[in-house]
């Protein structure tokens, strides 16, 4: 598929306002398209088809989400680290004839294996948690550019969209350029909010206007 449409996500008024700017003077105002509901859905389909294409099994569930994968593997790789270092000190414990290299390889092996599979469920669970929150069109402004020009993709990427897809002329998901999961930072956060139990208010505010 080629991509030949570009849709963009902002968090509010004033940073799409900006956005659309800068494209026009780019493609010209007959290609920047602003709140329109055909987009409004071509987005949900673009968010949905990307959440499809990362989501990944899960034990005694449902396939996870794209969020919940990357949360999963995200918790894993640090909890297998705390685990390992957490079971190493019993390596310089006599176990019978054993050497200390095969104590310390089994003692590292053990805490990793055991802290990743903690991880794994944990971070699948708290990401999906996260991934219930509204889609970013339903908490944002939508920007259509007909165009997927590099230039026009930075300008778009300079007002901080949560998230930008490129799609093909019947709306159809060619490639994601920026979501919000994509940020590690952002992950970590929403992850932490979702471990105590609530999003952030405003991500879960529709600041948009009425369609």
Same mark, same amino acid.
Request: aromatic letters at 6%; zero cysteines.
């Given at each position: 598929?080629?991509?030949?449409?570009? =849709?963009?996500?902002?968090?509010?008024?004033?940073?799409?306002?900006?956005?659309?700017?800068?494209?026009?003077?780019?493609?010209?105002?007959?290609?920047?398209?602003?709140? @329109?509901?055909?987009?409004?859905?071509?987005?949900?389909?673009?968010?949905?088809?990307?959440?499809?294409?990362?989501?990944?099994?899960?034990?005694?569930?449902?396939?996870?989400? %794209?969020?919940?994968?990357?949360?999963?593997?995200?918790?894993?790789?640090?909890?297998?680290?705390? %685990?390992? =270092?957490?079971?190493?000190?019993?390596?310089?414990?006599?176990?019978?004839?054993?050497?200390?290299?095969?104590?310390?390889?089994?003692? =590292?092996?053990?805490?990793?294996?055991?802290?990743?599979?903690? %991880?794994?469920?944990?971070?699948?669970?708290?990401?999906?948690?996260?991934?219930?929150?509204?889609?970013?069109?339903?908490?944002?402004?939508?920007?259509?550019?007909?165009?997927?020009?590099?230039?026009? =993709?930075?300008?778009?990427?300079? @007002?901080?969209?949560?998230?930008?897809?490129?799609?093909?002329?019947? %709306?159809?998901?060619?490639?994601?350029?920026?979501?919000?999961?994509?940020?590690? @930072?952002?992950?970590?956060?929403?992850?932490?909010?979702?471990?105590?139990?609530?999003?952030?208010?405003?991500?879960?505010?529709?600041?948009?206007?009425?369609?």
């Amino acid at each position: 598929m080629t991509p030949t449409r570009t =849709l963009a996500v902002y968090p509010d008024q004033p940073s799409a306002t900006r956005a659309e700017g800068a494209v026009t003077d780019i493609v010209g105002a007959a290609a920047v398209h602003v709140e @329109e509901s055909a987009d409004v859905k071509a987005s949900k389909v673009a968010e949905e088809q990307a959440e499809a294409s990362h989501s990944g099994p899960m034990p005694a569930t449902p396939p996870m989400t %794209g969020q919940a994968a990357k949360s999963s593997t995200f918790f894993a790789l640090v909890a297998a680290a705390v %685990g390992a =270092l957490l079971l190493l000190p019993f390596a310089f414990i006599g176990w019978g004839d054993t050497d200390l290299g095969t104590r310390v390889f089994f003692a =590292l092996f053990i805490g990793a294996a055991g802290g990743g599979v903690v %991880g794994w469920l944990a971070g699948g669970y708290l990401g999906a948690t996260v991934s219930t929150k509204p889609m970013a069109v339903e908490r944002g402004w939508i920007l259509r550019v007909d165009s997927t020009d590099e230039q026009v =993709l930075q300008a778009l990427r300079s @007002e901080g969209p949560l998230r930008i897809d490129l799609t093909d002329d019947v %709306g159809s998901l060619v490639r994601t350029d920026m979501a919000e999961e994509h940020d590690v @930072e952002g992950m970590i956060n929403r992850l932490g909010r979702a471990y105590a139990g609530h999003d952030d208010p405003a991500e879960l505010t529709d600041q948009r206007r009425v369609r």
